[in-house]
């Protein structure tokens, strides 16, 4: 526990030094519903992608890519050489993700309220369980730590588009969302019933399982320097 937490207070202070992507993680969505806010009702399920979005972007590029990052500088190789588990490291950038997450979902959710002159508490806890959705994603993508001898920002650049390009067909009738899991964690929230829970239930352990040897074989050693 001590170690995770270490690795949490650590990722924080960076995260607070990045503004850049804190900055842009809140302001695409507040731009997007501004420009189709007359079109925009809290009560409706329009929130629900740029949740979605938020919350898998996160877990995408802060769990995942962050640690293909830190391999490849090898600027935690000393920690990692003195007993650092590989799960307490996963389980730091997880929880920093969440913190992360949680701030831009509310923050957006105020923004939404008062963009849209409409008060309700209710959405921003709708917010916060898209979090609990998203976490397998964190999962899904730590897998990318398993490539060896890529570049990341080759792989970020490759992520990017993909995360671009799942978001634009997201909603859209064509069977490609099928496969999409922006779409899918979206539709799974917005229906909320036993039988889509139940799947996505079943998914998420099965994701968990075939992600746990990209968990607990990661070390933050850079390939080039073995």
Same mark, same amino acid.
Do not use: C, D, H
């Given at each position: 526990m001590n170690q995770i937490l270490a690795f949490f207070n650590v990722n924080i202070k960076l995260l607070l030094k990045d503004k850049i992507s804190f900055v842009w993680s809140v302001l695409l969505p507040t731009v997007m519903l501004l420009l189709n806010k007359d079109n925009v009702d809290l009560s *409706?399920? +329009?929130l629900v992608f740029w949740w979605v979005y938020i919350v898998f972007?996160?877990?995408?590029?802060?769990?995942?890519?962050?640690?293909?990052?830190?391999?490849? *500088?090898?600027?935690?190789?000393i920690v990692f050489s003195v007993n650092c588990k590989p799960m307490n490291f996963f389980l730091g950038n997880l929880l920093t993700q969440i913190a992360y997450s949680v701030l831009c979902i509310t923050?957006?959710?105020?923004?939404?309220?008062?963009?849209?002159?409409q008060l309700d508490i209710v959405l921003i806890f709708r917010g916060l369980i898209t979090i609990l959705y998203g976490i397998p994603v964190a999962f899904l993508g730590y897998n990318v730590t398993l490539l060896k001898n890529v570049h990341v920002k080759s792989i970020t650049a490759i992520v990017n588009i993909a995360v671009f390009f799942?978001?634009?067909?997201?909603?859209?009738?064509?069977?490609?969302?099928?496969y999409n899991p922006i779409n899918l964690i979206?539709?799974?929230?917005?229906?909320?019933?036993?039988? +889509?829970?139940? +799947? +996505?239930?079943?998914?998420?352990?099965?994701?968990?399982?075939?992600?746990?040897?990209?968990i607990l074989t990661y070390s933050c050693i850079s390939n080039e320097r073995r």
């Open positions: *409706s399920n +329009y972007t996160s877990f995408i590029f802060g769990v995942g890519i962050e640690a293909l990052q830190l391999r490849e *500088s090898g600027s935690l190789r923050i957006f959710n105020i923004i939404a309220m008062i963009l849209l002159q799942l978001f634009i067909i997201t909603g859209m009738s064509t069977s490609l969302n099928q979206s539709m799974v929230i917005i229906k909320n019933t036993w039988n +889509y829970n139940l +799947y +996505y239930l079943i998914g998420s352990f099965f994701i968990i399982l075939i992600s746990m040897p990209s």
